[in-house]
Each structure stands twice: as structure tokens, then as C-alpha cells.
């Protein structure tokens, strides 16, 4: 404050450092706003009513039965990272229902950390290392996309700066996976350096504290636990290449399963973009974009995207609600900006 009892110019204003924490968010809104904004424009209202009253139900029904089964396999695939901890499969499938729900109404997939944070409090160990078993499954996840890329995209016909684009997320994805496998086999060696040394900075006490944590849960990751994250990953992939594939037969746009993996693999390429809750705009914009690309007119596209997204986001959503309920867990022990501290500590 100064003499004359005013404010400090200095001293940013509740407003401005409310953006300053929240910057993330933010951008994540504007991509889905960006997203949502180029499906509606290029919707057709007349065709979309006309699409909808030929959509053969029946079709949706299974397709939203078999969109079940990726999760069930998450579940099996969690349970074994999390061994020797002791946790029923009931509630590991109940952990990823819910973390759904919280993705699906919250911005920044906020989900991740909501099922970590249930594990940890029925496992009585660290948020942080039921962190790092969820580390593998995106790492699986990330290698999964990549070998759909890389089956689908090359007998594609692509426009050159998609083709760019993605040739240089792959090779990204797969420098990181290259340098996550040398650091694995030397696990060992790293882990008694890293336990050994004394980091000055926040980021390197909490990375520190994340591995020395991980070995006193009791959490071994193997090698044949990668080979377990990495097949059930494959399985959930092509399970959900199925699923749209389902949609569009619904919706009576017959793709060649190529080009239905090629779909696939686009809209989970800029689901790594930061998204609003549920991926609502990118999904939709990414579905329809991929869908113009193989030569479907841009307003059936977005009308498929905009029917598509419903049925793909509001059943698990609706599951998650109900996974929430009859867990002893509140909504609002669960809050993500809450239990951020259950990771620090």
C-alpha cells in the first residue's frame, strides 16, 4: 500500500491473478469454442432431422453396449499395475467410471487425479504412486495410437500438412517412448541417484518424493506388466475403432475400416490438445474434420459429429454418476483443486 493509502500498482488485482492460475482452462475453452463454432457453421438443420429419423437405433444400442468393454479392460489392466496392493476390481472399475464423470463436467480430463485420489485412500498409499501406474497406461495408450497411425495413415490419402503433422507427433511420441525404455532397463541405477541426491527445486523434491514413494507402496512395474498395459491398450484401441465404426453404420455412412481406424486415430490425436469437459468441440471437430478428409460433405460430417459425441460421452457419463453415488466418496471430497495436496505431500 502506499502513503496515500491506495492500492499498489505493483500488486495485481484479484481478477488478473485469477487469469494468471487459471491460463490453462482458458485456452482449453477456446479450443472448444473454436471446435464447437466450426461444426456448428457447417451444420445443416434439415439434414441433420432427415439423418436422425433414418439412424437405425437397434445399431447405437450395441454400440453403446460394446463402448462398455474398453473400461472393464482398463480395469483389469489397472488392477494388475497396482499389485501386490490389495484392492477388489469392483472398485477399480468404480474408480474409472467416476474419474469419467469428473472429465466429462470438468475441464483438463481433471478425471485422472479424481480415481487416483480413490485408489490411494482405499489402498492407504500415495496419491503420487497410483500416479506412476497410471503413467504407464497412457504411455501404453501412446503407443497404441502410434501403431494405429502408423497401420492406417500410410495407405491414406492425406493432405500434406496433416501427413506433416502427424509424421511429427509420432516421431515425438516415439523419442519419448525410446527414452522411457532406456531409463526403465536402468531403473535401478536412476532410482538409487535419485534417491540419493537432494534436489533444490520444488518440481525435483515432488519427482523425487513420486519414485521414493513408489517403492515404499510396494508398486514393482515389470516388464511383463508393460506387456500387459501394452496389449490390453491394442484391445481398447481397436475395440473403440469398432464403436465409431458402429456409429457411422448407424448413421449410414459405410468407411472402410481403415479409414474408420484413420478417424479413430485423428480425433484421439487432438484429444491430446488441452480440452474442455468432456472434449466437447475438439471431439466434435476432429470427428467431422476427419470424416471431410475421406469425402463425407461437411454438413452430414458435422451433424455425425455432433449425434456421435452424444452417444459417445453421455452413457459413461451417466454410469460414472451412478459409480459416484453408491461409492462412499462425495462429490466435493473428490475435487480435483482440492486433492491436488494428496499428490504433494
Given amino acids: 500500500m502506499?502513503?496515500?493509502?491506495?492500492?499498489?500498482?505493483?500488486?495485481?488485482?484479484?481478477?488478473?491473478?485469477?487469469?494468471?492460475?487459471?491460463?490453462?482452462?482458458?485456452?482449453?475453452?477456446?479450443?472448444?469454442?473454436?471446435?464447437?463454432?466450426?461444426?456448428?457453421?457447417?451444420?445443416?438443420?434439415?439434414?441433420?432431422?432427415?439423418?436422425?429419423?433414418?439412424?437405425?437405433?437397434?445399431?447405437?444400442?450395441?454400440?453403446?453396449?460394446?463402448?462398455?468393454?474398453?473400461?472393464?479392460?482398463?480395469?483389469?489392466?489397472?488392477?494388475?499395475?497396482?499389485?501386490?496392493?490389495?484392492?477388489?476390481?469392483?472398485?477399480?472399475?468404480?474408480?474409472?467410471?467416476?474419474?469419467?464423470?469428473?472429465?466429462?463436467?470438468?475441464?483438463?480430463?481433471?478425471?485422472?487425479?479424481?480415481?487416483?485420489?480413490?485408489?490411494?485412500?482405499?489402498?492407504?498409499?500415495?496419491?503420487?504412486?497410483?500416479?506412476?501406474?497410471?503413467?504407464?497406461?497412457?504411455?501404453?495408450?501412446?503407443?497404441?495410437?502410434?501403431?494405429?497411425?502408423?497401420?492406417?495413415?500410410?495407405?491414406?490419402?492425406?493432405?500434406?500438412?496433416?501427413r506433416v503433422a502427424l509424421i511429427f507427433l509420432v516421431s515425438l511420441i516415439i523419442l519419448v517412448l525410446i527414452v522411457g525404455l532406456v531409463l526403465f532397463a536402468r531403473r535401478k541405477g536412476l532410482w538409487a541417484r535419485i534417491d540419493a541426491s537432494q534436489p533444490a527445486g520444488g518440481l525435483g523434491r515432488w519427482f523425487k518424493s513420486l519414485v521414493v514413494r513408489m517403492q515404499a507402496s510396494g508398486i514393482r512395474l515389470t516388464g511383463r506388466a508393460l506387456v500387459v498395459a501394452e496389449s490390453t491398450a491394442i484391445a481398447i484401441a481397436f475395440i473403440r475403432v469398432g464403436v465409431i465404426r458402429l456409429l457411422l453404420a448407424a448413421y449410414h455412412l459405410e468407411l472402410p475400416f481403415l479409414q474408420v481406424a484413420g478417424l479413430y486415430g485423428i480425433i484421439t490425436v487432438g484429444s491430446f490438445l488441452p480440452n474442455a469437459p468432456g472434449k466437447l468441440g475438439s471431439w466434435m471437430f476432429f470427428c467431422a474434420l476427419g470424416l471431410e478428409l475421406f469425402g463425407v460433405t461437411s454438413s452430414q460430417a458435422a451433424g455425425f459429429s455432433l449425434v456421435a459425441y452424444v452417444f459417445w460421452t453421455l452413457p459413461p457419463i451417466l454410469l460414472g454418476f451412478g459409480a459416484l453415488t453408491a461409492s462412499p466418496f462425495s462429490w466435493s471430497e473428490l475435487r480435483p483443486r482440492r486433492n491436488l495436496m494428496e499428490v504433494e505431500q
Fill in 2 to 162: 502506499s502513503g496515500t493509502g491506495r492500492p499498489s500498482s505493483r500488486a495485481p488485482s484479484r481478477s488478473l491473478r485469477y487469469l494468471r492460475s487459471h491460463w490453462l482452462d482458458w485456452v482449453a475453452y477456446a479450443i472448444s469454442l473454436a471446435g464447437l463454432t466450426y461444426v456448428i457453421w457447417n451444420l445443416h438443420l434439415p439434414q441433420l432431422i432427415d439423418d436422425l429419423l433414418h439412424v437405425t437405433w437397434w445399431v447405437v444400442a450395441v454400440a453403446i453396449l460394446v463402448d462398455i468393454s474398453p473400461r472393464l479392460l482398463e480395469a483389469v489392466r489397472w488392477k494388475y499395475l497396482l499389485r501386490p496392493l490389495r484392492i477388489k476390481y469392483g472398485h477399480v472399475l468404480q474408480a474409472i467410471y467416476v474419474g469419467t464423470l469428473y472429465s466429462g463436467i470438468l475441464p483438463l480430463s481433471a478425471g485422472e487425479l479424481v480415481r487416483a485420489v480413490m485408489v490411494s485412500w482405499r489402498t492407504r498409499v500415495s496419491c503420487a504412486s497410483v500416479l506412476a501406474t497410471q503413467l504407464v497406461e497412457r504411455v501404453a495408450d501412446a503407443i497404441a495410437l502410434v501403431l494405429i497411425v502408423c497401420l492406417t495413415f500410410g495407405g491414406l490419402a492425406l493432405p500434406g500438412s496433416l
